[in-house]
């Protein structure tokens, strides 16, 4: 039987563009994964590690014009964004080359013996090794930064591993021509091929993560595709990480005082984070918790009147866009909810955004309005208008993790009058990161970044975006009473590689 085609569709027109490959076979996801493992010693020598990411960023921008033209081809989202987000793709290439130099995320740990402590301490040397091979599920709805060159890769390469990149069937000729340019990038430097695997197919990426030599995996997509893929990775003969991001609602709390001290601010700002990409970002704000009253009146005007000065868009493809259409519609039909701006398609091809609005007592307890509790991909949200803290407090209890959780505070609110820190308090448990007067969408790149959160957000505790990300691919390693000849360079008493320490319990630069 002959592979299937992989095609590149135009999501504007929902035509083919051109053939890119061909589903790979179990013996060629077999072939990438192997030719990742032999290429594991290529990548120990932290030095070219960092120039390789350094060049990988050099040569993403060097083809820059062709990789965002291809990208806006098969995505439908733009130049300006597309550009704004390999410009962030290759910031965090550089970003990870210099933790990489620094050396911290090794985190050495030096204890020399103590015949004094209880019980007796021997040497102990420890560090952290990489884990081996990853695969990377690629992302829909950031195509460089969740992607081929995105920050699963980038942290895997950082720490020293090999990877093989499951590409997302809504942009595979971007992933072919974003791998050459890595692999491109690897050549400079001496490295193989295979420190960059890629295949396609949704057979593929079941047989990669079976792979008995792939070590971990990092996945951003649905909460279905995600936990199918994280109970194999746990059903395996020796189960492996799952770092996947699955799903998210990103609640948000208004306070009556916030309502009534800046409504039309709020509106605005919340029409514009949840609009952003056709409502195509992780970090949507998909669950508005508003008060009842004049303030929060306000507010659901000026939010409409910022929605529908919204053009209608195109979505990744078209099967998201009918589950939108659908998802829609089916919250419509609940009791209770209304639709100040209907959302829904908008043409042929496109969407439009909306609004839709429920008494928060209808989520307060189990019933068919859970559906509203539940993350809707695209350009909605749903306005839960509250009548006090009580339902509020009811309604927070019924969410599952989140990525962000966002409070909205009046100035004396934000100075420590009120309940601002009781509802802080009550937002920190939801969620990976929570904000006080600002919106979700965007995720900085920084070393205190944290981008994960409690299930199903997440399927595990670590970040996705920021310097720690690195940590998801490594393992701790310790070496006792083993003679100094014998140990790696990075545990030696002389510390040849001037690396950051703990040693006998003091932190040592």
């Known amino acids: 039987m002959a592979a299937a085609s992989v095609w590149s569709v135009d999501p504007r027109t929902g035509k083919q563009r051109e053939q890119v490959a061909v589903e790979a076979t179990a013996q060629e996801v077999d072939a990438a994964v192997r030719a990742a493992h032999e290429a594991r010693d290529a990548l120990a020598d932290r030095g070219v590690r960092a120039a390789f990411l350094r060049s990988c960023a050099d040569e ?31 910031y965090q290439l550089r970003a ?11 985190d050495v740990i030096i204890d020399h013996p103590d015949d004094s402590a209880t019980p007796p301490v021997p040497d102990l040397r420890r ?30 390469l950082a720490a020293g591993c090999p990877v093989v990149v499951k590409a997302h069937p809504d942009h595979p000729a971007l992933s072919e021509l ?28 079941l047989e990669l993560i ?72 992780c970090v949507k704000p998909g669950l508005v918790l508003v008060p009842s009253g004049p303030g929060g009146d306000r507010l659901v005007k000026s939010l409409t009147d910022a929605v529908s000065n919204v053009e209608s868009g195109v979505m990744l493809d078209h099967r998201m866009r009918d589950n939108f259409v659908a998802g829609v519609a089916e919250r419509t039909r609940l009791d ?33 309005h859970d559906l509203l509790l539940e993350e809707c991909f695209g350009p909605v949200t749903v306005v839960a208008r509250y009548t006090d803290e009580t339902e509020v407090r009811a309604v927070l209890s019924r969410l599952p993790g989140n990525l962000t959780a966002t409070l909205q505070l009046s100035a004396e609110e934000a100075q420590g009058q009120g309940r601002g820190a009781e509802l802080l308090a009550e937002l920190t448990p939801l969620a990976g990161r929570v904000l006080v007067n600002g919106w ?64 006998d319990g003091r932190l040592e630069r």
């Open 178 to 205: 974003a791998a050459k340019v890595l692999r491109r990038a690897a050549a400079r430097h001496g490295l193989p091929d295979g420190v960059l695997g890629l295949v396609h197919g949704f057979d593929a990426g």
């Open 127 to 156: 560090f952290k090794v990489p884990l081996g091979v990853v695969a990377v599920y690629s992302a829909s709805n950031f195509p460089f930064a969740f992607s081929v060159p995105g920050g699963d890769t980038a942290s895997a």
């Open 336 to 368: 209770g909810v209304e639709s100040p701006l209907t959302p829904g398609a908008g043409g042929e091809h496109t969407v439009s955004a909306g609004i839709l609005t429920v008494p928060a007592g209808k989520l307060t307890r189990e019933g068919e």
């Open 60 to 90: 993403l921008e060097a083809a820059r014009e062709g990789l965002v033209e291809t990208a806006d081809a098969e995505t439908a989202l733009g130049p300006v964004r597309l550009n704004g987000e390999l410009a962030r793709t290759c």
């Open 210 to 281: 079976r792979h008995p030599l792939v070590a971990a995996a990092g996945f951003t997509g649905s909460v279905r595709g995600g936990r199918a893929l994280f109970d194999a990775a746990a059903a395996r003969p020796v189960p492996i990480p799952f770092h996947g991001e699955l799903g998210s609602l990103n609640p948000v709390v208004v306070t009556e005082a916030a309502a009534a001290e800046r409504p039309e601010e709020i509106g605005a700002g919340l029409a514009g984070s949840m609009t952003l990409g056709v409502g195509q970002f």
């Open 440 to 503: 979700p969408t965007g995720v900085a790149v920084a070393h205190a970044q944290h981008h994960g959160g409690p299930y199903p957000a997440t399927t595990s505790t670590s970040t996705s975006v920021g310097g720690t990300a690195i940590e998801r691919w490594l393992r701790p390693v310790a070496y006792q009473n083993t003679p100094e000849a014998l140990l790696p360079p990075e545990l030696r008493d002389d510390n040849p590689l001037g690396l950051p320490r703990r040693i």
């Open 96 to 106: 990870f080359a210099g933790i990489v130099e620094e050396g911290a995320f090794l």
